[in-house]
């Protein structure tokens, strides 16, 4: 991921100014597997993403512009396929209605860039009840 935030000049850790920046733009400067799923809103397959089981202690970035998602405190083991969280940063996410597919559902996107993470469902556990179910080619982690 390091090699990929070098060919990326929006990427960063700590400026959460608002991009707005054009597909073709990111096309030309994101890895394939990642434009398709950030934004395309494609799916990464399940039980086969990196952080699906991983439990080291630090944050979670979106791997698009680096903004901070999730802290580690939060991911919770699910069984579902995918990294799930009960609890997002309110200053990294918004949500978006999505009827795709035929489904009625609450896609997740990075608050910065705008891209797809993945979806909210209301089965996660306490405190929150959420279950944010995230592709984790979306998601970069630093350790503390």
């Given at each position: ?12 850790r ?71 969280f ?42 929150t ?16």
């Open positions: 991921m390091e090699n990929q935030a070098k060919n990326n000049p929006y990427y960063s700590t400026d959460t100014s608002k991009l707005d920046i054009s597909n073709d733009e990111w096309k030309k400067i994101l890895a394939p597997d990642l434009y398709s799923i950030a934004r395309e809103a494609a799916t990464e397959r399940a039980f086969t993403g990196k952080y699906n089981e991983f439990d080291e202690i630090g944050d979670y970035y979106c791997a698009v512009c680096g903004n901070h998602l999730f802290r580690s405190t939060s991911k919770f083991a699910s069984s579902c396929g995918w990294p799930s009960f609890e997002a940063d309110k200053e990294g996410v918004y949500y978006k209605r999505d009827t795709a597919y035929g489904m009625e559902r609450v896609e997740v996107l990075c608050k910065r860039c705008d891209s797809h993470l993945g979806h909210v469902f209301d089965d996660g556990p306490k405190p009840g959420l279950r944010y179910c995230m592709n984790s080619i979306s998601l970069e982690f630093v350790a503390d």
